[in-house]
């Protein structure tokens, strides 16, 4: 913070004694009195949807966890790269 009073965009609110990470004048580009809308692509609602009805098995994850402890947790490669492709082919249609 400036204290000869120049345009620094940190400064302090005097009133709740926060700094702002910028100006006052700067803290939105929309005109006085209007209102900044926000709207979600089709894709993201999608993706927020199945994020929702995705199922989670706590005793799975403590099992997962467990063999990781104990060292015998191991990894298919084959089935991660399978994995992998499948869901690059969901987000992006059949890629050869």
Do not use: C, W, Y
């Not at 894709?43 to 063999?67: C, N, P, Y």
């Not at 402890?69 to 089935?79: L, Q």
């Amino acid at each position: 913070m400036k204290i000869n009073g120049s345009s620094d965009p940190a400064r302090l609110d005097v009133g709740s004694g926060k700094v702002s990470a910028k100006p006052a004048s700067a803290t939105s580009t929309e005109p006085a009195g209007t209102a900044a809308s926000v709207r979600l692509s089709e894709g993201l609602t999608s993706l927020s949807a199945q994020d929702s009805a995705a199922e989670f098995d706590a005793g799975r994850v403590e099992q997962i966890k467990q063999s990781i402890r104990d060292g015998s947790f191991e990894v298919d490669s084959g089935v991660v790269a399978d994995k992998l492709i499948a869901n690059v082919n969901d987000l992006f249609g059949n890629v050869h």
